[in-house]
């Protein structure tokens, strides 16, 4: 089983979600926020930024994706550095959405055995592809299951998961006449290790974990110019 500390930004920070373009969808305090850097936030304060709940920050700080700790009171703040970065990658990652091709809506699959890290991709994929129709699994067995069902146009895995993992899916796929148009490839696994362990298709891209979100993103817009 891949480590359960899934996809943050690469100095351990990032939650889901998209921070809208313009003033829809957030308040004032947000705006301000957005402007300008704090030494720390609460998990409040940084909920109402990002648009998310607060349990949902919460939860990330306790996964290890942000940096916190607790004031001699019990109260919960959140490092501003480490919030910061992740305004930052996802306004960087932000702006207008783009429009998949042709009205169509792109079909993904994300295969992956850390719910946080399905809940997680899921976002970043609706970040570029707001009417994706997504489907999620949690290990190989179901991703097989899932492809026999319908072929995606954008598949995303996990490599280390129980049962089946990613390498024996992705060998699977390789084999299939229809194949997604795009395979992204994820794990903590240093690259030599992939190899011993028979390696990726050259058509697969791999991003290491933690993920870059403007990276992850990028393929999934290069995706969407090539087409």
């Given at each position: 089983?891949?480590?359960?500390?899934?996809?943050?930004?690469?100095?351990?920070?990032?939650?889901?979600?998209?921070?809208?373009?313009?003033?829809?969808?957030?308040?004032?305090?947000?705006?301000?926020?957005?402007?300008?850097?704090?030494?720390?936030?609460?998990?409040?304060?940084?909920?109402?930024?990002?648009?998310?709940?607060?349990?949902?920050?919460?939860?990330?700080?306790?996964?290890?994706?942000?940096?916190?700790?607790?004031?001699?009171?019990?109260?919960?703040?959140?490092?501003?550095?480490?919030?910061?970065?992740?305004?930052?990658?996802?306004?960087?990652?932000?702006?207008?959405?783009?429009?998949?091709?042709?009205?169509?809506?792109?079909?993904v699959l994300?295969?992956?055995?850390?719910?946080?890290?399905?809940?997680?991709?899921?976002?970043?994929?609706?970040?570029a592809f707001?009417?994706?129709?997504?489907?999620?699994?949690?290990?190989?067995?179901?991703?097989?299951?899932?492809?026999?069902?319908?072929?995606?146009?954008?598949?995303?895995?996990?490599?280390?998961?129980?049962?089946?993992?990613?390498?024996?899916?992705?060998?699977?796929?390789?084999?299939?006449?229809?194949?997604?148009?795009?395979?992204?490839?994820?794990?903590?696994?240093?690259?030599?290790?992939?190899?011993?362990?028979?390696?990726?298709?050259?058509?697969?891209?791999?991003?290491?974990?933690?993920?870059?979100?403007?990276?992850?993103?990028?393929?999934?817009?290069?995706?969407?110019?090539?087409?």
């Amino acid at each position: 089983m891949d480590r359960s500390v899934e996809l943050g930004i690469m100095d351990g920070s990032f939650r889901c979600g998209r921070i809208q373009s313009g003033s829809a969808g957030r308040s004032a305090a947000a705006d301000q926020h957005m402007g300008a850097s704090k030494s720390s936030y609460s998990p409040r304060q940084l909920a109402q930024v990002l648009g998310v709940s607060v349990q949902s920050v919460q939860r990330w700080v306790d996964a290890g994706r942000l940096k916190a700790w607790k004031t001699p009171s019990g109260h919960r703040k959140i490092d501003g550095a480490s919030a910061q970065a992740l305004i930052d990658a996802m306004r960087a990652g932000g702006g207008e959405p783009a429009a998949a091709s042709g009205g169509s809506s792109p079909r993904v699959l994300i295969v992956d055995d850390d719910p946080a890290a399905l809940e997680l991709i899921e976002m970043l994929v609706e970040e570029a592809f707001p009417h994706a129709a997504v489907t999620k699994a949690r290990n190989g067995f179901e991703g097989l299951q899932a492809l026999g069902r319908v072929t995606p146009d954008i598949l995303v895995t996990d490599i280390v998961m129980p049962h089946i993992d990613g390498l024996e899916m992705l060998r699977y796929v390789a084999t299939q006449a229809d194949r997604p148009g795009l395979v992204i490839a994820t794990s903590f696994l240093q690259p030599d290790e992939l190899e011993r362990r028979g390696g990726l298709d050259p058509d697969v891209a791999f991003l290491p974990k933690p993920l870059d979100p403007a990276a992850f993103l990028a393929l999934l817009r290069e995706r969407q110019t090539a087409r």
